[in-house]
């Protein structure tokens, strides 16, 4: 989907409920050029950095770099977001949730990795991992879970953990 302003584009990989407002959604936008975030009323949001060189936030007028792909930072949809980008595009990938349906935490796991919340979301940033399923994923490759996931494999992944508030 190409943005409103211009500025780049998101592809989004799942929203949770599909149809109306979401509870949740993971995405992976292109940055093409400086400019404001859209915002996002009572909606927290993580946001990580996976190509290019990376770029300055600022965030309710508070600096924020990502610079190192992977780098993550957390900030709430009601803020007033800018970007500069460093040196040209990048791609990052972005989960969003109502905070009043959910709480979620961000880590990064190279290697097999068990990881338990109410929801388990992945994203393969390199590699690849293997689900007890069978299922090889691959970098780009996003995945859910309710209540815990299991992987194997020599994969980077970034997950996010979320945890039911109601």
Not at 4 to 23: C, H, I, Q
Not at 87 to 96: C, K, S, V, W
Not at 122 to 142: C, K, S
């Amino acid at each position: 989907m190409p943005w409103k302003n211009g500025g780049g584009s998101t592809l989004e990989y799942v929203r949770e409920p599909a149809e109306g407002d979401f509870g949740w959604r993971l995405s992976v936008a292109r940055v093409e050029t400086d400019g404001p975030f859209s915002t996002f009323p009572d909606v927290d949001r993580i946001l990580v950095l996976l190509t290019g060189a990376g770029m300055d936030l600022a965030v309710d007028g508070t600096a924020m770099s990502l610079r190192a792909p992977l780098d993550h930072h957390r900030f709430i949809g009601e803020a007033a977001v800018t970007a500069s980008l460093v040196d040209g595009p990048t791609t990052d990938l972005n989960l969003m949730w109502r905070r009043d349906h959910w709480t979620a935490d961000v880590a990064l796991h190279d290697g097999p990795a068990r990881v338990d919340a109410d929801l388990v979301v992945g994203y393969v940033a390199a590699g690849a991992a293997r689900l007890p399923d069978g299922t090889i994923l691959e970098p780009g490759d996003a995945f859910g879970r309710e209540r815990a996931v299991l992987w194997s494999g020599d994969a980077t992944v970034v997950v996010f953990a979320l945890h039911s508030v109601r």
